[in-house]
Nanobody, 123 residues
Framework: QVQLIESGGGLVQAGGSLRLSCAAS????????MGWFRQAPGKEREFVAA????????YYADSVKGRFTISRDNAKRTVYLQMNSLKPEDTAVYYC????????????????WGQGTQVTVSS
C-alpha cells in the first residue's frame, strides 16, 4: 500500500514559479518510477514528468522541457516538481503517481495516485 499526498499548488502569475511536493508513505520506493500528471478542465489527463528512485533518470513532456524540473529526496520520500516560467496553459490539477516498473507516460500504467493539487496561472 502506497499513499501519495501532493501539496504546493496555488495561484501564480504568468512567468512565475511554483514547487509541488509529493510525499510518499507506506513502503520504500527504491524500484519505483514516480510521475507527475496534470488535467485541465475538459481535457484528458496528460503526462508531465517522471523520475526513477534508483537512478534519478528523468523524463519530461515536450511542453514543459526547459521549464519544469522533477527531483526526489530519498530520505524524505518526497518527489518535487519545480515549475518555472509558468504559462496560463499550465493551469490544471496536478497529480502525483507511482508505479512499480519502468518509465511510462501513460496514466494507466501507474498504480498509485495522489489527490491532486490545483495550479492556476493567470495572465
Amino acid at each position: 500500500q502506497v499513499q501519495l499526498i501532493e501539496s504546493g499548488g496555488g495561484l501564480v502569475q504568468a512567468g512565475g514559479s511554483l514547487r509541488l511536493s509529493c510525499a510518499a508513505s507506506g513502503r520504500t520506493f527504491s524500484s519505483y518510477v514516480m510521475g507527475w500528471f496534470r488535467q485541465a478542465p475538459g481535457k484528458e489527463r496528460e503526462f508531465v514528468a517522471a523520475i526513477s528512485w534508483s537512478y534519478g533518470v528523468t523524463y519530461y513532456a515536450d511542453s514543459v522541457k526547459g521549464r519544469f524540473t522533477i527531483s526526489r529526496d530519498n530520505a524524505k520520500r518526497t518527489v518535487y516538481l519545480q515549475m518555472n516560467s509558468l504559462k496560463p496553459e499550465d493551469t490544471a490539477v496536478y497529480y502525483c503517481a507511482a508505479r512499480s516498473g519502468p518509465y511510462s507516460r501513460y496514466e494507466m500504467a501507474y498504480d498509485y495516485w495522489g489527490q491532486g493539487t490545483q495550479v492556476t496561472v493567470s495572465s
